[in-house]
């Protein structure tokens, strides 16, 4: 009987352990990146931790990239209304670009909503592309994208295809909604931005992807998105494609290398 007790114990103390971070995907289905940079932005080099911040907190992993490009991430779970101050009333429908809708209300002097919300309590925080950490320092970036094309800043707006996000939230929580925004370009165009997402408290793999564009000018050949929807996805999808980018050239690595090399010293 006692050995079974201490069992148990055992037991518990394992699943309490592998409940403080979310561990995803499965060995089996992990996500590989979908290019190879060469010289010390060659993943088959090793050390590149994938890293963010909190707003107003601290940096945090969020993973690594191993030496065959397959992604292994170990998302942190953290107190999120801790950090207060730093996520103030409306910061979870603005993460999604949906507070400005049209007829929605009016906005103070400084940019500040006059109106109430049924989500002003929630914390939560979106976050943009990873950081590839080595010897310190960022020294690229990484993309969850359906296509790289749509990664290229001249296209964001004017062909189809989604990116991916992480965000972390206090709650579990079913959010719809229809957002009709007036475009910056055009008095005669509108941009609609939907929202039918299923969180779960902690960690959400966000995906943005733009349905549809319209075309307008005096010939109708200038695209620009038309409707974007928000839904739940996971980074083992097959249409999620994950893209090294450069931030820092091979030399400035060396010399982070060689500063970080004296340090261990």
């Given at each position: 009987?006692?050995?079974?007790?201490?069992?148990?114990?055992?037991?518990?103390?394992?699943?309490?352990?592998?409940?403080?971070?979310?561990?995803?995907?499965?060995?089996?289905?992990?996500?590989?990146?979908?290019?190879?940079?060469?010289?010390?932005l060659?993943?088959?080099?090793?050390?590149?931790?994938?890293?963010?911040?909190?707003?107003?907190?601290?940096?945090i992993?969020?993973?690594?990239?191993?030496?065959?490009?397959?992604?292994?991430?170990?998302?942190?779970?953290?107190?999120i209304?801790?950090?207060?101050?730093?996520?103030?009333?409306?910061?979870?429908?603005?993460?999604?670009?949906?507070?400005?809708?049209?007829?929605?209300?009016?906005?103070?002097?400084?940019?500040?909503?006059?109106?109430?919300?049924?989500?002003?309590?929630?914390?939560?925080?979106?976050?943009?592309?990873?950081?590839?950490?080595?010897?310190?320092?960022?020294?690229?970036?990484?993309?969850?994208?359906?296509?790289?094309?749509?990664?290229?800043?001249?296209?964001?707006?004017?062909?189809?295809?989604?990116?991916?996000?992480?965000?972390?939230?206090?709650?579990?929580?079913?959010?719809?909604?229809?957002?009709?925004?007036?475009s910056?370009?055009?008095?005669?165009?509108?941009?609609?931005?939907?929202?039918?997402?299923?969180?779960?408290?902690?960690?959400?793999?966000?995906?943005?992807?733009?349905?549809?564009?319209?075309?307008?000018?005096?010939?109708n050949?200038?695209?620009?998105?038309?409707?974007?929807?928000?839904?739940?996805?996971?980074?083992?999808?097959?249409d999620?494609?994950?893209?090294?980018?450069?931030?820092?050239?091979?030399?400035?690595?060396?010399?982070?290398?060689?500063?970080?090399?004296?340090?261990?010293?």
């Amino acid at each position: 009987m006692k050995t079974k007790t201490h069992i148990f114990i055992l037991f518990v103390f394992i699943v309490f352990q592998s409940c403080k971070t979310q561990q995803l995907p499965t060995k089996t289905s992990l996500p590989t990146v979908e290019n190879q940079l060469k010289g010390e932005l060659d993943y088959t080099k090793g050390g590149f931790e994938l890293v963010q911040w909190q707003k107003g907190g601290d940096e945090i992993t969020l993973g690594r990239i191993d030496e065959t490009g397959k992604i292994h991430f170990s998302l942190p779970e953290y107190d999120i209304k801790a950090l207060g101050k730093n996520h103030t009333p409306n910061h979870f429908e603005s993460g999604f670009n949906m507070l400005r809708c049209k007829d929605r209300g009016e906005f103070d002097m400084v940019g500040n909503p006059k109106f109430k919300t049924p989500y002003d309590d929630i914390y939560s925080q979106l976050y943009g592309p990873m950081f590839i950490k080595k010897y310190g320092v960022n020294i690229a970036y990484i993309y969850p994208a359906s296509d790289e094309k749509v990664l290229i800043k001249e296209n964001w707006d004017k062909i189809t295809g989604s990116k991916y996000y992480w965000m972390y939230i206090d709650r579990a929580l079913d959010y719809k909604a229809t957002c009709i925004r007036e475009s910056f370009k055009s008095t005669d165009l509108e941009i609609e931005r939907r929202a039918d997402i299923q969180f779960k408290k902690g960690w959400n793999f966000i995906k943005s992807n733009v349905v549809e564009v319209q075309s307008y000018g005096e010939n109708n050949d200038q695209p620009e998105t038309k409707t974007i929807l928000f839904t739940l996805s996971s980074p083992e999808s097959k249409d999620v494609k994950w893209y090294l980018k450069r931030k820092m050239d091979d030399e400035k690595i060396l010399a982070a290398k060689k500063a970080y090399e004296l340090q261990g010293q």
